[in-house]
């Protein structure tokens, strides 16, 4: 992410960021305070010949985007451009701090002193040199008009190129924690009411169903009683039902007898 360099008819071209190629070309004391600010440079046989200052422009959505993420949360614009152009977008949007002439090391140094101060950071970028930096982010969040590889990084991509999409992302994301948080008490409560009461229950069936089986073996042997024309009755005496439905087939039969001619 710093420049290129080229050989061409016997002359030696270099194109990138001033910090780069300071120590490359011939430069005055003049020379210097004009260029630092450029976004890039254009030198041949190690003495300038172009510099290039890029604006980039803003997108229409940027502001009150930045503005919503303020309310509870710090932005941070870390750029490889120069901190000329980064003071300028500074002046036009309400970012907390900007960084400028930021190599993808420096980014990563910065990201990784969030994290100790304890920030969940989300990275957004769409730049070549934000690849590396997508790695050591908490979440990252590439552009739809990105670069590939910068896309292929990312944990996020949004389609539709509006920064407003973040703030959607994030409310998705709460209501999706949201809906997980509800799943793991109803699975609580379920484990914690409703197994212990089908254990009660299963028990009370165990017990109804002994009760169920004496009650039908003690039925049975009731219908053998009967068919042996005897009938019994479940109470504290059944043997003296038995001796008496016996003294009362004697009494028929003497009866019968003493009937006959």
């Not at 934000?130 to 982010?137: E, L, M, N, T």
Request: aromatic share 8%; proline share 2%; net charge negative.
């Amino acid at each position: 992410g710093q420049g290129v360099t080229g050989t061409l008819n016997n002359i030696e071209y270099a194109i990138g960021k001033y910090t780069w190629l300071e120590n490359m070309a011939s430069l005055d004391e003049s020379q210097v305070g004009a260029f630092r600010d450029a976004s890039c440079i254009l030198i041949a046989n190690k003495q300038v010949i172009a510099a290039f200052y890029l604006i980039d422009k803003i997108r229409d959505d940027a502001f009150d985007t930045i503005s919503n993420l303020n309310k509870s949360n710090r932005t941070l614009l870390l750029s490889g451009d120069s901190q000329m152009a980064c003071d300028t977008i500074y002046q036009q949007l309400p970012v907390n701090t900007v960084l400028g002439g930021l190599s993808a090391q420096d980014k990563m140094e910065q990201l990784k002193q969030a994290q100790k101060q304890g920030y969940k950071v989300a990275m957004t970028g769409d730049g070549v040199n934000d690849s590396p930096v997508f790695g050591a982010a908490h979440i990252s969040i590439a552009m739809g008009c990105g670069a590939d590889i910068t896309k292929s990084g990312a944990d996020v991509i949004l389609l539709n190129n509006k920064m407003s999409s973040i703030e959607t992302l994030i409310k998705v994301a709460h209501k999706t924690r949201r809906i997980v948080f509800q799943n793991y008490l109803w699975a609580f409560g379920y484990n914690a009411i409703v197994l212990p009461l089908a254990q009660v229950i299963r028990q009370k069936h165990f017990i109804l169903c002994i009760y169920l089986f004496f009650w039908a073996v003690k039925t049975e042997q009731f219908e053998d009683l009967e068919k042996q024309g005897m009938s019994i009755l479940f109470d504290d005496n059944p043997q003296s039902k038995i001796i008496e439905e016996n003294q009362k087939e004697e009494t028929d039969d003497t009866k019968q007898s003493s009937d006959k001619p």
